[in-house]
Nanobody, 125 residues
Framework: QVQLVESGGGLVQAGGSLRLSCAVSGRSFRVDAMGWFRQAPGKEREFVATIDWTGASTYYADSVKGRFTISRDNAKNTAYLQMNSLKSSDTAVYYC??????????????????WGQGTQVTVSS
């Protein structure tokens, strides 16, 4: 059974940083593209960032470009989201997702078949 477990969320002041981790178990992680999405209260889930299986190709939502960095360590079956210069508008539940069997990036949530349970990020102003 495939499991994705996020960690690293929490409460941080505006301008601060957090690093989210997503540990994948139950299948080979190396060939899957990974993505991060978020959902704020009362809003739909939105794309944040994606990375291909090699780690060489990344793509970001305009709202986080230049502040967030997605990365992965295939040896550890783990993806990361480094979040800097956090704003109150970044407050949301953050989800990682795996695009099983596909190596290329995607910003569409429907392209991802495995999801984590989410981790709360709260940015106080």
């Amino acid at each position: 059974q495939v499991q994705l477990v996020e960690s690293g969320g929490g409460l941080v002041q505006a301008g601060g940083s957090l690093r989210l981790s997503c540990a994948v178990s139950g299948r080979s992680f190396r060939v899957d593209a990974m993505g991060w999405f978020r959902q704020a209260p009362g809003k739909e889930r939105e794309f944040v960032a994606t990375i291909d299986w090699t780690g060489a190709s990344t793509y970001y939502a305009d709202s986080v470009k230049g502040r967030f960095t997605i990365s992965r360590d295939n040896a550890k079956n783990t993806a990361y989201l480094q979040m800097n210069s956090l704003k109150s508008s970044d407050t949301a539940v953050y989800y990682c997702a795996a695009r099983s069997g596909y190596s290329g990036t995607s910003s569409r949530s429907s392209d991802y078949n495995y999801w984590g349970q989410g981790t709360q990020v709260t940015v106080s102003s």
